[in-house]
Nanobody, 124 residues
Framework: QVQLVESGGGLVQPGGSLSLSCAASGRTFSNYAMGWFRQAPGKEREFVASLSWGSRATVYGASVKGRFTISGDNAKNLVYLQMNSLKPEDTAVYYC???WGGGISTSWRAYDYWGQGTQVTVSS
């Protein structure tokens, strides 16, 4: 059974940095793409970033490009999201997701497995 467990959320001041981790288990993930999404209260789930294990290609959402970096450790089945220059509008629950097939998608509907989410709050 696939499990995705996020960690690293918390409270940070505007302009600060935070690093999220996603521990994946229950499958060999070499044929998967991994993604980060976020959802703020009253808003739709938003694509943040995605990484293909096979090609190592990455894609970022427009609102985070240049500030966030997605990376992964194949050997440990860990995916990271380094978030810099955080803004109050980055406040949301952040979710890790896995998509079979390896191809990156920016649509949350394409992802097969989800973590429980971790709260990120950017506030002074």
């Amino acid at each position: 059974q696939v499990q995705l467990v996020e960690s690293g959320g918390g409270l940070v001041q505007p302009g600060g940095s935070l690093s999220l981790s996603c521990a994946a288990s229950g499958r060999t993930f070499s044929n998967y793409a991994m993604g980060w999404f976020r959802q703020a209260p009253g808003k739709e789930r938003e694509f943040v970033a995605s990484l293909s294990w096979g090609s190592r290609a990455t894609v970022y959402g427009a609102s985070v490009k240049g500030r966030f970096t997605i990376s992964g450790d194949n050997a440990k089945n860990l995916v990271y999201l380094q978030m810099n220059s955080l803004k109050p509008e980055d406040t949301a629950v952040y979710y890790c997701a896995a998509k079979w097939g390896g191809g990156i998608s920016t649509s949350w509907r394409a992802y097969d497995y989800w973590g429980q989410g971790t709260q990120v709050t950017v506030s002074s």
